[in-house]
């Protein structure tokens, strides 16, 4: 008897699971971002520098974490410190759909170019960027640097090659 309730359960099919496994919800919190790779396409590569000053191969970690917002604080408005001089820079972090974060049109107004290269030269920095959490503590995104304005006294502004000089900006974050 024993041996035809072993045959019967070893024949029968498995119980179904309804149970669908699921990504955790998103959890905001504080997070190191790096910037992984830069393409500058307004001025040859002269502005990648600025955002990797270790070169192209070596991720360029920003000097302050960033705060990212639970889905209920959304949209949220507050101030970012990347790393100097790109610091007090007033956001807003949307909803972008499927989990994703967006901020549309951050205004940095006076952002140095570097004064070695180019003076007292200051320009306007717009960003846009969009934001993928792959797991609770793991971001990944890119960021679009639209640069305008160069304004200086002592004529060492460079000369945008079109009025559209974009910055590329690939990135990575991980949870504090």
């Not at 502005?47 to 991720?59: T, V």
């Not at 639970?70 to 410190?81: A, H, K, M, N, T």
Request: hydrophobic share 35%; with cysteine.
């Amino acid at each position: 008897m024993r041996l035809m309730a072993m045959i019967m359960l070893a024949c029968s099919s498995p119980p179904k699971d309804t149970a669908v496994a699921q990504t955790p919800p998103w959890r905001g919190g504080e997070f190191d971002f790096s910037t992984s790779s830069a393409d500058d396409e307004c001025l040859g590569g002269a502005l990648e520098a600025l955002f990797m000053p270790e070169g192209p191969d070596e991720p360029s970690p920003f000097e302050y974490p960033i705060y990212l917002p639970e889905p209920e604080e959304l949209p949220y408005s507050g101030s970012i410190d990347l790393r100097d001089p790109f610091t007090g820079m007033p956001v807003t972090i949307e909803d972008a759909g499927d989990g994703d974060l967006q901020m549309r049109g951050a205004v940095m107004e006076e952002v140095e170019l570097g004064s070695a290269s180019y003076g007292d030269c200051v320009v306007t920095m717009t960003v846009d960027a969009d934001l993928h959490p792959v797991t609770n503590d793991e971001v990944e995104g890119a960021a679009q640097i639209a640069i305008s304005d160069p304004r200086g006294e002592d004529g060492r502004c460079p000369v945008f090659t079109s009025e559209d000089c974009t910055v590329q900006l690939g990135l990575t974050a991980l949870r504090r």
